[in-house]
């Protein structure tokens, strides 16, 4: 049983502010030890399940956050950007089991510590066929294109609510009790661990490959805080522009969805500004 953690950090044990998890800050740095801390526990626990593999692909920003020589020995790391299915690389090879979502947050628009989809701000809702899609929900469709399932998530505990919209069956752990974004109520390490650690271990049971979702299309929705970002994006093969603030796109498979989305993504940081926006 090969097992693929995609690690995010903005719901780490003991991130609550943008400090704490961008890249270079002081805190970032404290905080990595957390970070680590949660995706070890995650690679403990599917090995206590029965994993015979555990590939942890950094899925944070720059994508390079984790501490490689504090990582569990018995996992690799997958580290950098550039990836064909960015957060969720790995779960297309055949051999792939299952897939945790370690770190996840709520999407844009919702509450929730740090709550974003992508970009940490710019954006103020994502939907797909209608339905308001965090990025859990956007990876668990990418999943589900290979038969992947998403066995466990781990974030607050409105991320672990969210997880209901997109892995029901999935297991949860909340390392902290979101307050607002930027504050929560946070279990320390040693106790967030063991709730880690558990909730893989049963989560590895779930590790069952099931039958690639291929026969569906998808309309996506991109809903910015600001009109010229909206014309930017537009600029981009297959997205158009649905009113002043919003564009949408027509996908035929979750590999193009999700591919189609980055790109949006990375054109509209490229057209804010520092002072308006």
């Not at 690389?89 to 945790?100: I, L, T, Y």
């Not at 919209?165 to 979101?178: F, G, I, Q, R, S």
Request: charged content about 20%; some cysteine.
């Amino acid at each position: 049983m090969r097992v693929v953690i995609s690690a995010d950090m903005e719901g780490a044990t003991g991130v609550t502010w943008p400090d704490d998890c961008e890249p270079g800050n002081p805190a970032w740095q404290r905080c990595r030890a957390l970070f680590t801390s949660d995706v070890n526990a995650a690679v403990a626990g599917f090995f206590d399940g029965g994993a015979s593999s555990v590939l942890v692909n950094e899925a944070h920003s720059t994508m390079r956050n984790l501490l490689l020589e504090d990582l569990d020995p018995r996992a690799e790391m997958l580290t950098g950007r550039h990836k064909d299915l960015t957060m969720v690389e790995g779960v297309q090879h055949p051999d792939v089991s299952g897939v945790a979502f370690v770190g996840y947050h709520t999407g844009a628009g919702a509450e929730g510590v740090l709550a974003h989809t992508y970009l940490g701000n710019s954006i103020t809702g994502v939907r797909v066929d209608g339905v308001p899609a965090s990025e859990g929900y956007l990876n668990s469709l990418v999943a589900a294109e290979f038969g992947v399932p998403v066995t466990l998530v781990t974030g607050d505990d409105l991320t672990c609510r969210d997880a209901a919209t997109y892995a029901p069956d999935a297991v949860t752990a909340a390392v902290k009790d979101c307050v607002s974004r930027y504050a929560a109520v946070c279990r320390p390490p040693a106790v967030t661990f063991e709730l880690i650690r558990a909730a893989a271990e049963r989560a590895a049971a779930l590790c069952v490959r099931a039958e690639p979702v291929t026969d569906r299309t998808f309309e996506v929705e991109v809903e910015f805080d600001a009109t010229h970002l909206a014309a930017a994006t537009a600029a981009v093969p297959t997205v158009r522009r649905t009113d002043v603030r919003r564009v949408a796109f027509t996908a035929d498979s979750a590999y193009a969805m999700i591919r189609t989305f980055k790109t949006v993504t990375t054109v509209a940081a490229a057209a804010v500004e520092n002072t308006y926006g």
